[in-house]
């Protein structure tokens, strides 16, 4: 029973490239999350699923999209990457909404020069 | 709107000494979770507590314990003989559970805890 686990775990995106967050669970929840974690700052939701074939925005979910097509994965993919988005991105993953708690994956570290 | 406070951005005590991490909320929700998470500097995020609103019974783990008090909307978090492995960003959230909501977590900034030898 792994989790939650995130690839890759570090990566250095140039201005305007792509790239896609993996994030895959194996615990059967629901609900799944990508949170983005600034410098000094508390984790900020992007973007949120309650099932497969289901997301919806977050807080902060300008320069990202979203797509669940199975339970398992969550994938999060940046178009065109800004210095703006340099940050640590950690998935997480829930059986069900609010009082269930969350399992975090260990991060992607993102920087975009 | 629901809003997590941290007011102490970075504490720094002796090893063996008591500290206490604040938290203030906001949320209109009668219904609703805290939660205290830890970060060491490896980065990844550790389940501490999970308290749900009605239940403001004060939590006692080893060396943490948990004061919560609807009246001030405040969750502590206090480490009794803190030890150099205390090290850590801790980060207080808040997961609203009223109709619509989606259960994501809504996290303070952190307080920053640095234990010396």
């Known amino acids: 029973n792994a989790g939650v686990t995130q690839t890759p775990k570090f990566r250095i995106l140039k201005i305007g490239q792509s790239m896609t967050l993996q994030c895959t669970q194996d615990m059967n929840h629901n609900y799944m999350y990508w949170y983005r974690q600034d410098p000094g700052m508390g984790l900020k939701l992007i973007y949120y699923s309650v099932g497969a074939g289901i997301t919806d925005k977050g807080e902060v979910p300008n320069g990202y999209n979203v797509s669940r097509s199975t339970t398992e994965d969550f994938p999060l993919r940046l178009e065109l990457a800004a210095p703006s988005q340099t940050s640590v991105y950690f998935c997480?993953?829930?059986?069900?909404?609010?009082?269930?708690?969350?399992?975090f994956g260990p991060g992607t570290r993102l920087t975009v020069l | 709107a629901q809003k997590v406070t941290q007011a102490q951005t970075e504490i720094s005590v002796v090893e063996k000494e008591d500290v206490t991490l604040d938290c203030v909320y906001e949320?209109?929700?009668?219904?609703?979770?805290l939660f205290w998470y830890k970060q060491p500097p490896s980065g990844e995020l550790v389940f501490l507590i999970r308290r749900n609103s009605f239940d403001e019974q004060n939590e006692i783990s080893g060396r943490y314990s948990w004061n919560f008090q609807k009246s001030t909307s405040s969750f502590n978090f206090t480490i009794t003989a803190s030890q150099v492995v205390d090290s850590a960003v801790y980060f207080c959230?808040?997961?609203?559970?009223?109709?619509?909501?989606?259960?994501?977590?809504?996290f303070g900034k952190g307080t920053k805890l640095s234990v010396k030898p």
């Open positions: 997480a993953s829930s059986s069900g909404t609010s009082g269930y708690g969350q399992f």
């Open positions: 959230a808040l997961s609203e559970a009223g109709w619509g909501s989606q259960g994501n977590l809504i």
């Open positions: 949320t209109r929700d009668t219904t609703y979770y």
